[in-house]
Protein backbone atom coordinates (compact mmCIF):
# COMPACT_ATOMS: atom_id res chain seq x y z
CA UNK A 1 0.00 0.00 0.00
CA UNK A 2 1.19 3.83 -0.68
CA UNK A 3 1.57 6.17 1.92
CA UNK A 4 -1.32 7.77 3.82
CA UNK A 5 -3.37 10.87 2.79
CA UNK A 6 -1.48 13.92 4.06
CA UNK A 7 -3.13 17.18 4.02
CA UNK A 8 -1.33 20.26 5.14
CA UNK A 9 -4.22 22.38 7.16
CA UNK A 10 -4.39 25.53 8.68
CA UNK A 11 -6.76 25.65 11.93
CA UNK A 12 -8.04 28.96 13.12
CA UNK A 13 -9.54 30.31 16.00
CA UNK A 14 -12.71 33.17 14.95
CA UNK A 15 -14.40 35.42 16.67
CA UNK A 16 -16.86 34.37 19.72
CA UNK A 17 -14.16 32.95 21.76
CA UNK A 18 -14.71 33.58 25.41
CA UNK A 19 -12.44 34.19 27.25
CA UNK A 20 -8.95 35.13 26.63
CA UNK A 21 -5.33 34.10 26.29
CA UNK A 22 -6.02 30.09 25.14
CA UNK A 23 -4.29 26.81 24.49
CA UNK A 24 -4.84 23.91 22.09
CA UNK A 25 -3.73 20.28 22.25
CA UNK A 26 -3.31 17.32 20.50
CA UNK A 27 -3.35 13.76 21.42
CA UNK A 28 -2.26 11.05 19.84
CA UNK A 29 -0.91 7.67 20.79
CA UNK A 30 2.88 7.23 20.68
CA UNK A 31 3.05 5.36 17.32
CA UNK A 32 0.93 7.82 15.25
CA UNK A 33 2.86 11.37 16.72
CA UNK A 34 3.88 13.59 14.11
CA UNK A 35 5.41 17.10 14.57
CA UNK A 36 3.15 20.02 13.30
CA UNK A 37 3.44 23.80 13.20
CA UNK A 38 1.36 26.53 15.04
CA UNK A 39 -0.07 29.85 15.35
CA UNK A 40 -3.41 30.49 15.97
CA UNK A 41 -4.42 30.95 19.69
CA UNK A 42 -2.78 28.82 22.79
CA UNK A 43 -1.07 25.39 23.81
CA UNK A 44 -0.86 22.60 21.41
CA UNK A 45 0.26 19.48 23.20
CA UNK A 46 0.62 16.30 22.08
CA UNK A 47 0.67 13.05 24.70
CA UNK A 48 0.71 9.27 24.74
CA UNK A 49 -2.59 7.83 25.41
CA UNK A 50 -3.24 9.84 28.89
CA UNK A 51 -2.00 12.94 30.56
CA UNK A 52 -1.50 15.61 28.44
CA UNK A 53 2.01 16.30 28.01
CA UNK A 54 4.50 18.82 26.15
CA UNK A 55 3.25 22.23 25.08
CA UNK A 56 2.84 22.24 21.15
CA UNK A 57 1.81 25.86 20.46
CA UNK A 58 0.48 28.88 21.88
CA UNK A 59 -1.39 32.48 20.32
CA UNK A 60 -0.81 35.83 21.59
CA UNK A 61 -2.11 37.25 24.72
CA UNK A 62 -5.22 39.62 23.66
CA UNK A 63 -5.32 42.42 26.19
CA UNK A 64 -8.93 43.17 27.75
CA UNK A 65 -11.45 41.05 26.02
CA UNK A 66 -13.86 38.45 26.37
CA UNK A 67 -14.01 37.98 22.47
CA UNK A 68 -10.63 37.67 21.40
CA UNK A 69 -9.73 37.67 17.61
CA UNK A 70 -6.71 35.79 17.88
CA UNK A 71 -3.82 36.53 14.65
CA UNK A 72 -1.50 33.02 15.33
CA UNK A 73 -3.03 30.10 13.62
CA UNK A 74 -1.97 26.67 14.14
CA UNK A 75 -0.73 24.62 11.33
CA UNK A 76 -1.46 20.90 11.64
CA UNK A 77 -0.82 18.05 9.28
CA UNK A 78 -4.50 16.44 8.83
CA UNK A 79 -4.14 12.52 7.91
CA UNK A 80 -8.17 11.32 7.29
CA UNK A 81 -7.11 7.95 8.18
CA UNK A 82 -6.01 8.55 12.14
CA UNK A 83 -7.96 10.12 14.99
CA UNK A 84 -5.92 13.34 15.81
CA UNK A 85 -7.54 14.88 19.18
CA UNK A 86 -7.11 18.29 19.63
CA UNK A 87 -7.57 20.04 23.35
CA UNK A 88 -7.81 24.09 23.99
CA UNK A 89 -7.34 25.41 26.95
CA UNK A 90 -8.13 28.76 27.81
CA UNK A 91 -6.58 30.87 31.03
CA UNK A 92 -6.74 34.55 31.76
CA UNK A 93 -3.04 35.65 31.63
CA UNK A 94 -2.60 38.08 34.37
CA UNK A 95 1.17 38.78 34.99
CA UNK A 96 4.38 38.09 32.71
CA UNK A 97 5.22 34.73 34.00
CA UNK A 98 5.60 32.16 31.19
CA UNK A 99 4.21 29.07 33.43
CA UNK A 100 0.90 28.31 32.39
CA UNK A 101 0.24 27.43 36.05
CA UNK A 102 0.52 31.07 37.66
CA UNK A 103 -2.41 31.91 35.41
CA UNK A 104 -6.29 31.35 35.96
CA UNK A 105 -7.29 28.16 33.92
CA UNK A 106 -10.87 29.79 32.54
CA UNK A 107 -11.72 26.55 30.66
CA UNK A 108 -11.29 23.77 27.89
CA UNK A 109 -12.92 22.18 24.83
CA UNK A 110 -12.00 18.87 23.15
CA UNK A 111 -12.71 17.60 19.87
CA UNK A 112 -10.99 15.46 16.84
CA UNK A 113 -9.84 17.52 13.45
CA UNK A 114 -12.18 15.08 11.94
CA UNK A 115 -14.74 16.79 13.27
CA UNK A 116 -13.87 20.32 12.59
CA UNK A 117 -13.03 19.64 8.55
CA UNK A 118 -16.98 17.33 9.29
CA UNK A 119 -18.47 20.14 9.78
CA UNK A 120 -20.38 22.55 7.87
CA UNK A 121 -18.18 25.39 6.37
CA UNK A 122 -15.86 23.14 8.69
CA UNK A 123 -16.26 25.45 11.19
CA UNK A 124 -16.82 24.17 14.43
CA UNK A 125 -18.58 25.73 17.92
CA UNK A 126 -17.45 23.95 21.19
CA UNK A 127 -18.47 25.04 24.67
CA UNK A 128 -15.65 25.43 26.96
CA UNK A 129 -16.07 23.09 30.29
CA UNK A 130 -13.63 22.24 33.44
CA UNK A 131 -14.61 24.68 35.77
CA UNK A 132 -17.33 23.48 38.25
CA UNK A 133 -20.45 25.40 38.30
CA UNK A 134 -19.54 28.07 35.86
CA UNK A 135 -20.09 28.79 32.06
CA UNK A 136 -17.15 28.84 30.07
CA UNK A 137 -18.13 30.21 26.89
CA UNK A 138 -17.70 29.03 23.39
CA UNK A 139 -14.60 28.49 21.13
CA UNK A 140 -15.53 28.97 17.79
CA UNK A 141 -12.79 27.14 15.32
CA UNK A 142 -12.39 27.00 10.86
CA UNK A 143 -10.05 25.25 8.94
CA UNK A 144 -8.63 25.38 5.84
CA UNK A 145 -6.04 24.45 3.19
CA UNK A 146 -3.22 25.45 2.71
CA UNK A 147 -2.20 26.03 -0.77
CA UNK A 148 0.38 24.21 -2.38
CA UNK A 149 1.24 22.45 -5.88
CA UNK A 150 -2.07 21.09 -6.59
CA UNK A 151 -1.49 20.30 -10.38
CA UNK A 152 -2.43 16.66 -11.11
CA UNK A 153 -1.23 14.77 -14.06
CA UNK A 154 -2.90 12.56 -16.32
CA UNK A 155 -0.51 9.79 -18.62
CA UNK A 156 -0.89 7.06 -20.78
CA UNK A 157 2.23 4.83 -21.56
CA UNK A 158 2.71 1.62 -23.84
CA UNK A 159 5.38 -0.56 -24.45
CA UNK A 160 6.92 -2.30 -27.63
CA UNK A 161 9.09 -5.89 -27.67
CA UNK A 162 9.40 -6.35 -24.08
CA UNK A 163 11.61 -9.36 -23.46
CA UNK A 164 9.33 -12.59 -22.60
CA UNK A 165 9.53 -13.92 -19.11
CA UNK A 166 6.82 -16.35 -18.94
CA UNK A 167 7.87 -20.18 -19.76
CA UNK A 168 3.91 -20.85 -21.01
CA UNK A 169 3.13 -17.33 -22.92
CA UNK A 170 4.47 -14.11 -22.90
CA UNK A 171 4.51 -11.67 -20.29
CA UNK A 172 1.89 -9.94 -18.15
CA UNK A 173 4.05 -6.61 -17.56
CA UNK A 174 3.36 -3.36 -15.37
CA UNK A 175 5.33 -0.58 -14.38
CA UNK A 176 6.26 1.10 -10.97
CA UNK A 177 7.15 4.36 -10.50
CA UNK A 178 9.17 5.54 -7.79
CA UNK A 179 10.18 9.59 -6.96
CA UNK A 180 13.85 10.12 -5.90
CA UNK A 181 14.81 11.80 -2.52
CA UNK A 182 17.09 14.13 -1.05
CA UNK A 183 19.01 11.58 0.16
CA UNK A 184 19.62 9.50 -3.11
CA UNK A 185 17.09 6.87 -2.24
CA UNK A 186 13.88 5.76 -4.24
CA UNK A 187 10.18 6.05 -2.36
CA UNK A 188 7.25 4.10 -5.21
CA UNK A 189 4.54 6.57 -5.77
CA UNK A 190 2.73 4.77 -8.39
CA UNK A 191 1.89 1.12 -10.53
CA UNK A 192 0.13 0.52 -13.15
CA UNK A 193 -2.18 -2.25 -13.75
CA UNK A 194 -1.38 -5.46 -15.36
CA UNK A 195 -1.62 -6.14 -18.84
CA UNK A 196 -1.87 -9.95 -19.44
CA UNK A 197 0.23 -12.42 -22.21
CA UNK A 198 1.76 -9.65 -24.28
CA UNK A 199 4.96 -8.23 -25.19
CA UNK A 200 3.40 -4.94 -26.23
CA UNK A 201 0.92 -3.59 -23.94
CA UNK A 202 -1.55 -0.41 -23.26
CA UNK A 203 -1.36 0.55 -20.32
CA UNK A 204 -4.54 2.75 -19.04
CA UNK A 205 -4.47 6.38 -18.80
CA UNK A 206 -3.97 7.32 -14.90
CA UNK A 207 -3.59 10.21 -12.73
CA UNK A 208 -1.16 11.52 -10.15
CA UNK A 209 -0.10 14.37 -8.04
CA UNK A 210 2.76 15.91 -9.40
CA UNK A 211 3.97 16.85 -5.82
CA UNK A 212 3.74 13.02 -5.32
CA UNK A 213 5.48 11.91 -8.50
CA UNK A 214 8.67 14.94 -8.15
CA UNK A 215 7.83 16.83 -4.72
CA UNK A 216 7.20 19.84 -7.12
CA UNK A 217 10.90 19.74 -8.62
CA UNK A 218 10.27 19.43 -12.33
CA UNK A 219 14.26 17.95 -12.33
CA UNK A 220 13.86 15.33 -9.82
CA UNK A 221 14.75 12.46 -11.19
CA UNK A 222 11.62 9.57 -11.81
CA UNK A 223 12.57 6.03 -11.92
CA UNK A 224 10.25 3.41 -13.75
CA UNK A 225 10.68 -0.09 -13.44
CA UNK A 226 9.18 -2.75 -15.79
CA UNK A 227 8.01 -5.83 -14.23
CA UNK A 228 6.24 -9.55 -15.48
CA UNK A 229 3.69 -10.40 -13.09
CA UNK A 230 3.65 -13.40 -10.85
CA UNK A 231 0.77 -14.60 -9.08
CA UNK A 232 2.82 -15.40 -6.36
CA UNK A 233 4.34 -12.33 -6.07
CA UNK A 234 7.54 -12.64 -7.00
CA UNK A 235 7.66 -10.83 -9.88
CA UNK A 236 10.20 -10.61 -12.76
CA UNK A 237 12.16 -7.55 -13.26
CA UNK A 238 11.76 -6.59 -17.11
CA UNK A 239 13.82 -3.15 -17.46
CA UNK A 240 14.36 0.24 -16.02
CA UNK A 241 14.44 3.77 -17.36
CA UNK A 242 14.80 7.16 -15.86
CA UNK A 243 13.47 10.34 -16.62
CA UNK A 244 11.57 13.58 -14.94
CA UNK A 245 8.46 15.75 -15.02
CA UNK A 246 9.82 18.32 -17.59
CA UNK A 247 11.19 15.38 -19.80
CA UNK A 248 7.86 13.77 -19.53
CA UNK A 249 5.75 17.12 -19.69
CA UNK A 250 7.41 17.39 -23.64
CA UNK A 251 5.02 14.47 -24.67
CA UNK A 252 2.30 17.05 -24.78
CA UNK A 253 3.68 18.25 -28.12
CA UNK A 254 5.23 14.63 -29.25
CA UNK A 255 5.67 11.12 -28.13
CA UNK A 256 8.79 10.10 -26.27
CA UNK A 257 9.96 6.77 -26.17
CA UNK A 258 12.56 5.48 -23.92
CA UNK A 259 14.80 2.24 -23.71
CA UNK A 260 14.19 -0.29 -21.40
CA UNK A 261 17.42 -1.26 -19.55
CA UNK A 262 18.14 -4.45 -17.43
CA UNK A 263 21.85 -3.75 -16.19
CA UNK A 264 22.52 -7.47 -15.73
CA UNK A 265 21.81 -8.16 -19.57
CA UNK A 266 23.86 -5.43 -20.21
CA UNK A 267 26.86 -6.25 -18.20
CA UNK A 268 26.82 -10.10 -19.55
CA UNK A 269 26.30 -9.77 -23.13
CA UNK A 270 28.01 -7.99 -25.50
CA UNK A 271 25.12 -8.08 -28.17
CA UNK A 272 22.50 -6.41 -25.56
CA UNK A 273 20.82 -3.53 -27.12
CA UNK A 274 17.86 -3.33 -24.75
CA UNK A 275 14.73 -5.19 -23.00
CA UNK A 276 11.95 -3.43 -25.19
CA UNK A 277 10.97 0.27 -25.29
CA UNK A 278 8.10 1.83 -23.47
CA UNK A 279 6.20 4.63 -25.37
CA UNK A 280 4.48 8.06 -23.38
CA UNK A 281 1.59 8.47 -25.58
CA UNK A 282 0.20 11.49 -23.95
CA UNK A 283 0.74 13.61 -20.90
CA UNK A 284 -1.82 16.50 -19.43
CA UNK A 285 -1.84 18.69 -16.52
CA UNK A 286 -4.81 20.27 -14.73
CA UNK A 287 -5.68 21.70 -11.04
CA UNK A 288 -6.18 19.08 -8.59
CA UNK A 289 -9.18 19.15 -5.81
CA UNK A 290 -8.62 17.34 -2.82
CA UNK A 291 -10.61 15.32 -0.60
CA UNK A 292 -10.90 18.39 2.07
CA UNK A 293 -12.08 20.61 -0.80
CA UNK A 294 -15.32 17.81 -1.09
CA UNK A 295 -15.69 17.26 2.18
CA UNK A 296 -15.77 21.74 2.95
CA UNK A 297 -18.44 21.49 0.01
CA UNK A 298 -20.79 19.40 1.58
CA UNK A 299 -20.00 15.50 0.53
CA UNK A 300 -20.89 13.44 3.35
CA UNK A 301 -19.49 10.21 4.47
CA UNK A 302 -22.15 7.53 4.94
CA UNK A 303 -21.07 4.36 6.88
CA UNK A 304 -22.42 1.13 6.81
CA UNK A 305 -21.51 -1.83 8.90
CA UNK A 306 -21.67 -5.43 8.03
CA UNK A 307 -20.78 -8.64 10.59
CA UNK A 308 -19.99 -12.21 9.83
CA UNK A 309 -22.23 -14.58 12.00
CA UNK A 310 -21.55 -17.48 10.81
CA UNK A 311 -20.71 -20.71 12.70
CA UNK A 312 -17.17 -20.87 12.14
CA UNK A 313 -16.31 -17.98 14.65
CA UNK A 314 -17.38 -19.81 17.56
CA UNK A 315 -19.95 -20.01 19.63
CA UNK A 316 -20.54 -16.20 21.39
CA UNK A 317 -20.87 -17.74 24.79
CA UNK A 318 -17.30 -19.42 24.91
CA UNK A 319 -14.10 -17.56 25.75
CA UNK A 320 -12.43 -19.29 22.66
CA UNK A 321 -14.99 -17.35 20.31
CA UNK A 322 -13.75 -14.58 18.02
CA UNK A 323 -17.45 -13.02 19.19
CA UNK A 324 -16.42 -13.74 22.64
CA UNK A 325 -18.00 -10.39 25.18
CA UNK A 326 -15.71 -10.43 27.65
CA UNK A 327 -16.25 -8.45 30.43
CA UNK A 328 -12.65 -6.81 30.22
CA UNK A 329 -11.76 -6.15 26.47
CA UNK A 330 -13.52 -5.66 23.32
CA UNK A 331 -13.25 -8.83 21.14
CA UNK A 332 -12.11 -8.16 17.37
CA UNK A 333 -15.28 -7.34 16.18
CA UNK A 334 -15.71 -5.01 18.65
CA UNK A 335 -12.11 -3.40 18.26
CA UNK A 336 -12.65 -3.26 14.11
CA UNK A 337 -16.02 -1.44 14.66
CA UNK A 338 -15.22 1.30 16.67
CA UNK A 339 -11.39 1.97 14.72
CA UNK A 340 -13.68 2.98 11.62
CA UNK A 341 -16.42 3.94 12.99
CA UNK A 342 -14.79 6.43 15.50
CA UNK A 343 -13.28 8.35 12.53
CA UNK A 344 -15.67 8.16 9.76
CA UNK A 345 -18.71 8.98 12.06
CA UNK A 346 -16.87 12.48 12.08
CA UNK A 347 -17.71 12.91 8.43
CA UNK A 348 -21.50 11.96 8.78
CA UNK A 349 -23.64 14.67 9.71
CA UNK A 350 -26.48 12.77 11.10
CA UNK A 351 -24.28 9.88 13.08
CA UNK A 352 -26.86 6.88 12.00
CA UNK A 353 -25.22 4.23 10.83
CA UNK A 354 -27.22 0.86 9.51
CA UNK A 355 -25.84 -2.13 10.43
CA UNK A 356 -26.07 -5.14 9.45
CA UNK A 357 -25.30 -8.98 9.84
CA UNK A 358 -25.05 -12.19 7.26
CA UNK A 359 -24.78 -15.69 7.74
CA UNK A 360 -27.02 -16.41 11.34
CA UNK A 361 -30.92 -18.27 11.52
CA UNK A 362 -32.66 -15.12 12.81
CA UNK A 363 -36.07 -15.28 14.93
CA UNK A 364 -38.55 -16.04 15.07
CA UNK A 365 -38.95 -18.74 12.24
CA UNK A 366 -34.79 -19.78 12.25
CA UNK A 367 -34.54 -18.68 8.37
CA UNK A 368 -31.44 -17.77 7.42
CA UNK A 369 -30.30 -14.07 6.13
CA UNK A 370 -27.39 -12.56 4.37
CA UNK A 371 -28.54 -8.92 5.25
CA UNK A 372 -30.47 -8.63 8.69
CA UNK A 373 -30.25 -5.58 10.19
CA UNK A 374 -28.88 -5.60 13.95
CA UNK A 375 -31.45 -3.45 15.72
CA UNK A 376 -34.28 -5.73 14.20
CA UNK A 377 -36.26 -3.04 12.45
CA UNK A 378 -35.65 -3.75 8.74
CA UNK A 379 -37.73 -0.62 7.87
CA UNK A 380 -34.78 1.45 9.78
CA UNK A 381 -31.67 -0.48 10.00
CA UNK A 382 -29.61 2.77 11.18
CA UNK A 383 -27.91 2.75 14.52
CA UNK A 384 -27.15 6.08 16.65
CA UNK A 385 -23.39 6.35 16.58
CA UNK A 386 -20.38 3.90 16.86
CA UNK A 387 -21.83 3.02 20.36
CA UNK A 388 -25.19 2.34 19.13
CA UNK A 389 -23.83 -0.18 16.59
CA UNK A 390 -22.09 -2.31 19.13
CA UNK A 391 -25.34 -2.19 21.49
CA UNK A 392 -26.86 -3.67 18.75
CA UNK A 393 -24.03 -6.45 17.65
CA UNK A 394 -24.02 -7.33 21.63
CA UNK A 395 -27.75 -7.65 21.50
CA UNK A 396 -27.80 -9.89 18.30
CA UNK A 397 -25.47 -12.23 19.47
CA UNK A 398 -27.72 -13.03 22.25
CA UNK A 399 -30.53 -13.52 19.73
CA UNK A 400 -29.74 -14.86 16.41
CA UNK A 401 -27.80 -18.43 15.77
CA UNK A 402 -24.75 -18.59 14.18
CA UNK A 403 -24.77 -20.38 11.08
CA UNK A 404 -23.60 -19.95 7.56
CA UNK A 405 -22.25 -19.50 4.60
CA UNK A 406 -20.37 -16.51 4.22
CA UNK A 407 -21.82 -14.66 1.69
CA UNK A 408 -20.88 -10.75 0.53
CA UNK A 409 -22.65 -9.99 -2.28
CA UNK A 410 -26.15 -9.03 -0.82
CA UNK A 411 -24.83 -6.61 1.23
CA UNK A 412 -22.75 -5.14 -1.46
CA UNK A 413 -25.31 -4.76 -3.26
CA UNK A 414 -27.98 -3.44 -1.06
CA UNK A 415 -25.49 -0.21 -0.06
CA UNK A 416 -24.73 0.20 -3.43
CA UNK A 417 -28.38 0.94 -4.42
CA UNK A 418 -28.30 3.21 -2.09
CA UNK A 419 -25.53 4.48 -3.82
CA UNK A 420 -26.96 4.76 -6.78
CA UNK A 421 -29.82 6.81 -5.61
CA UNK A 422 -27.58 9.97 -5.59
CA UNK A 423 -24.50 10.57 -7.73
CA UNK A 424 -24.36 14.17 -8.04
CA UNK A 425 -21.25 13.42 -5.21
CA UNK A 426 -23.17 15.37 -2.09
CA UNK A 427 -23.13 11.21 -0.59
CA UNK A 428 -20.15 8.31 -0.47
CA UNK A 429 -20.86 5.34 0.88
CA UNK A 430 -18.10 3.03 2.60
CA UNK A 431 -18.70 -0.58 3.87
CA UNK A 432 -17.33 -2.73 6.57
CA UNK A 433 -17.45 -6.11 6.25
CA UNK A 434 -16.27 -7.54 9.07
CA UNK A 435 -15.51 -11.96 9.07
CA UNK A 436 -13.73 -14.38 9.96
CA UNK A 437 -13.07 -16.71 6.89
CA UNK A 438 -13.07 -17.84 3.31
CA UNK A 439 -15.81 -16.00 1.20
CA UNK A 440 -18.86 -18.37 -0.18
CA UNK A 441 -20.31 -16.64 -3.44
CA UNK A 442 -16.65 -15.57 -4.49
CA UNK A 443 -18.78 -15.17 -7.97
CA UNK A 444 -21.40 -13.25 -7.09
CA UNK A 445 -19.57 -10.82 -5.03
CA UNK A 446 -16.63 -10.06 -7.85
CA UNK A 447 -19.87 -9.28 -10.17
CA UNK A 448 -21.12 -6.94 -7.23
CA UNK A 449 -18.00 -5.40 -6.63
CA UNK A 450 -17.44 -4.48 -10.63
CA UNK A 451 -20.91 -2.63 -10.55
CA UNK A 452 -20.25 -1.05 -7.21
CA UNK A 453 -17.34 0.60 -9.03
CA UNK A 454 -19.26 2.59 -11.09
CA UNK A 455 -20.73 3.87 -7.81
CA UNK A 456 -19.99 6.97 -4.83
CA UNK A 457 -18.74 3.76 -2.85
CA UNK A 458 -15.94 2.08 -1.19
CA UNK A 459 -15.39 -1.37 0.80
CA UNK A 460 -13.13 -1.93 3.93
CA UNK A 461 -13.23 -5.70 4.30
CA UNK A 462 -11.14 -6.84 8.00
CA UNK A 463 -10.61 -10.50 8.63
CA UNK A 464 -10.38 -11.27 12.20
CA UNK A 465 -9.19 -14.66 13.71
CA UNK A 466 -6.50 -16.96 12.30
CA UNK A 467 -8.03 -18.33 8.46
CA UNK A 468 -6.16 -17.59 5.66
CA UNK A 469 -7.23 -14.82 3.52
CA UNK A 470 -5.88 -15.68 0.34
CA UNK A 471 -9.31 -14.98 -1.55
CA UNK A 472 -9.36 -11.87 -0.33
CA UNK A 473 -6.46 -10.53 -1.77
CA UNK A 474 -8.17 -11.10 -5.14
CA UNK A 475 -11.23 -8.54 -3.83
CA UNK A 476 -8.47 -5.88 -3.20
CA UNK A 477 -7.13 -4.80 -6.53
CA UNK A 478 -4.32 -2.97 -5.82
CA UNK A 479 -2.23 -5.39 -8.23
CA UNK A 480 -4.79 -7.07 -10.64
CA UNK A 481 -8.53 -5.03 -10.97
CA UNK A 482 -11.13 -7.28 -9.75
CA UNK A 483 -13.59 -8.57 -12.95
CA UNK A 484 -16.36 -10.85 -13.31
CA UNK A 485 -17.93 -11.88 -16.78
CA UNK A 486 -15.21 -10.18 -18.85
CA UNK A 487 -15.95 -7.09 -17.41
CA UNK A 488 -13.26 -4.82 -15.02
CA UNK A 489 -13.97 -2.73 -11.72
CA UNK A 490 -14.00 0.89 -13.06
CA UNK A 491 -12.23 1.76 -10.25
CA UNK A 492 -10.08 -0.33 -7.34
CA UNK A 493 -12.87 0.61 -4.20
CA UNK A 494 -11.82 -2.20 -2.02
CA UNK A 495 -9.22 -2.63 0.40
CA UNK A 496 -8.55 -5.51 2.43
CA UNK A 497 -6.92 -6.36 5.96
CA UNK A 498 -6.10 -9.22 8.01
CA UNK A 499 -6.67 -7.29 11.86
CA UNK A 500 -3.82 -10.11 13.88
CA UNK A 501 -1.38 -7.76 11.45
CA UNK A 502 -2.20 -4.46 13.59
CA UNK A 503 -3.13 -6.54 16.98
CA UNK A 504 -0.31 -4.45 19.58
CA UNK A 505 1.98 -7.63 21.11
CA UNK A 506 2.12 -6.11 24.71
CA UNK A 507 -2.19 -6.20 24.10
CA UNK A 508 -2.95 -2.48 24.07
CA UNK A 509 -5.83 -2.28 22.12
CA UNK A 510 -6.45 1.29 21.75
CA UNK A 511 -2.75 1.08 19.35
CA UNK A 512 -4.19 -1.68 17.95
CA UNK A 513 -7.22 -0.38 16.42
CA UNK A 514 -5.11 3.04 15.85
CA UNK A 515 -2.82 1.31 13.29
CA UNK A 516 -5.76 -0.89 12.31
CA UNK A 517 -7.67 2.19 11.49
CA UNK A 518 -4.81 4.18 10.01
CA UNK A 519 -4.37 1.72 7.49
CA UNK A 520 -8.04 0.75 6.32
CA UNK A 521 -9.10 3.96 6.09
CA UNK A 522 -5.63 5.71 3.78
CA UNK A 523 -7.06 4.45 0.78
CA UNK A 524 -10.90 6.49 1.04
CA UNK A 525 -9.46 9.69 0.17
CA UNK A 526 -8.07 8.23 -3.11
CA UNK A 527 -10.84 6.73 -3.70
CA UNK A 528 -13.50 9.28 -3.48
CA UNK A 529 -11.81 11.49 -5.52
CA UNK A 530 -11.33 9.00 -7.91
CA UNK A 531 -14.87 8.47 -8.20
CA UNK A 532 -15.30 12.37 -8.17
CA UNK A 533 -12.79 12.56 -11.45
CA UNK A 534 -14.04 9.63 -13.51
CA UNK A 535 -18.07 11.39 -13.27
CA UNK A 536 -16.59 15.14 -13.72
CA UNK A 537 -17.79 15.95 -10.27
CA UNK A 538 -16.52 19.50 -9.07
CA UNK A 539 -16.69 20.37 -5.15
CA UNK A 540 -19.79 22.75 -4.34
CA UNK A 541 -18.74 26.04 -3.40
CA UNK A 542 -20.16 26.96 0.01
CA UNK A 543 -20.76 30.84 0.43
CA UNK A 544 -19.04 32.52 3.21
CA UNK A 545 -20.57 33.40 6.61
Known amino acids: ???????????????????????????????????????????????????????????????????????????????????????????????KSCNISKHDF????????GEVIGSQRSRLERPLTGVPGKKCGTILL????LSNCRDIVTMQLCANKLDKKDFFGKSDPFLVFYRSNEDGTFTICHKTEVVKNTLNPVWQPFSIPVRALCNGDYDRTVKIDVYDWDRDGSHDFIGEFATSYRELSRAQSQFTVYEVLNPKKKCKKKKYINSGTVTLLSFAVESEFTFVDYIRGGTQLNFTVAIDFTASNGVPSQPTSLHYMSPYQLSAYAMALKAVGEIIQDYDSDKLFPAYGFGAKIPPDGSIS?????????????????????????????????????NFAPVINQVARLAAQVTDGSQYYVLLIVTDGVISDMMQTKE??????????????????????????????????????GRYAERDIVQFVPFRDYMDRSGNQVLSMARLAKDVLAEIPEQLLSYMKSHDIKPRHTDPQ
Open 370 to 406: HQFPLNSDVENPSCVGIDGVLESYFQSLRTVQLYGPT
Open 142 to 145: SAEE
Open 448 to 485: AIVNASALPMSIIIVGVGPAEFDAMEELDGDDVRVSSR
Open 1 to 95: MLSGHKQRLLLLLEPGLRPAGLGISRSIPPAQQRSAGVATLGWVERCPLTPFSPQFGRTEVIDNTLNPDFVRKFVLDYFFEEKQNLRFDVYNVDS
Open 106 to 113: LGQAFMAL
